[in-house]
């Protein structure tokens, strides 16, 4: 088993401390190569627009026209890659107490969580690492006692052994 200390080593997390830092720096954006959904809201994705759009003449309609359906630019969450709408992942972070992925609900602001690790297949971060040590003290002593029952079990089971055996000893001696 790893040190402790080599497990608490891991890289930090890409998390940010407010919501503002993780809109400006925790988001990609996103262009569809195939059409996707919004997994929010289910509008079809579309291109990020440029960051400057030359102004385009707009020639005066001539026939009625079907008014195209809203622009629903996609971007990606850096921290677990899922992509969603801007506008319906912005409308999701204003909901109280909400600073997880709609999807797999990871961490993405807040908190004082600085590094992860894996101990047994509970996450630590530094939230709960003062209870790391009573985790392996608890995991310790569940070690301890299956292995003295264990012992227990092997020595019932050479002492029925012996007395069986010492039976047919005696059985046939005489």
């Known amino acids: 088993m790893p040190a402790l200390s080599s ?28 059409p996707e959904e919004c997994s929010i809201c289910k509008e079809l994705l579309v291109a990020n627009p440029p960051a400057t759009i030359p102004p385009a003449p707009t020639p005066p309609p001539t026939t009625p026209t079907t008014i195209p359906p809203p622009a629903h630019p996609g971007t990606r969450i850096k921290a677990c890659n899922h992509v969603f709408g801007k506008t319906c992942l912005e409308a999701w972070l ?42 392996l003290r608890q995991r310790d002593a569940a070690r301890r ?19 069986e055996a010492f039976a047919a000893c005696s059985a046939t001696s005489m």
Do not use: H, W
């Open 7 to 34: 497990m608490l080593a891991a890289p930090p997390l890409p998390l940010f401390l407010t919501k503002q830092n993780f809109l400006a720096a925790g988001l990609d954006p996103y262009s569809p190569t195939a």
């Open 94 to 135: 204003q909901q109280e107490d909400q600073s997880t992925c709609p999807m797999c609900r990871v961490k993405l602001f807040g908190g004082e969580v600085r590094r992860v690790s894996q101990l047994d297949g509970v996450i630590v971060t530094s939230l709960n690492a003062e209870n790391i040590g009573a985790r």
């Open 145 to 163: 006692a299956a292995a003295a029952a264990a012992r227990e079990r092997f020595v019932a089971d050479m002492a029925q052994r012996e007395t």
